[in-house]
Nanobody, 123 residues
Framework: QVQLVESGGGLVQAGGSLRLSCAAS????????MGWYRQAPGKQRELVAT???????NYVDSVKGRFTISRDNAKNTVWLQMGSLKPEDTAVYYC?????????????????WGQGTQVTVSS
């Protein structure tokens, strides 16, 4: 089993900053791409940012220049530093990881999700 545990959400005023953390644990052979998604009330879940095991990053246009994704492969942890927050950033933020596990001589790769952490930005 693989667990993703998120922390760092909360309530912040517009223009403020928050840092989300997500730690992966369990039976991990390789931790591949990791990322953050968000889902606002009444909207579909959308990708916010991703980072490969080599450090390559990708961001949705609406957060470019304001959010930074980073990871520590030794700690199996990914962070999302969010700055210049806007009310429209309000959502539940979910950590995602593509994890390879070694089981009975076979490497299996699956997608895992954290439980979500609420970010609320007040105007």
């Amino acid at each position: 089993q693989v667990q993703l545990v998120e922390s760092g959400g909360g309530l912040v005023q517009a223009g403020g900053s928050l840092r989300l953390s997500c730690a992966a644990s369990g039976s991990i052979f390789a931790l591949n791409a990791m990322g953050w998604y968000r889902q606002a009330p009444g909207k579909q879940r959308e990708l916010v940012a991703t980072i490969t095991s080599g450090g390559g990053t990708n961001y949705v246009d609406s957060v470019k220049g304001r959010f930074t994704i980073s990871r520590d492969n030794a700690k199996n942890t990914v962070w999302l530093q969010m700055g210049s927050l806007k009310p429209e950033d309000t959502a539940v933020y979910y950590c995602n990881a593509v994890v390879s596990r070694y089981y009975n001589g076979v490497i299996r790769t699956n997608n895992y999700w954290g439980q979500g952490t609420q970010v609320t930005v007040s105007s």
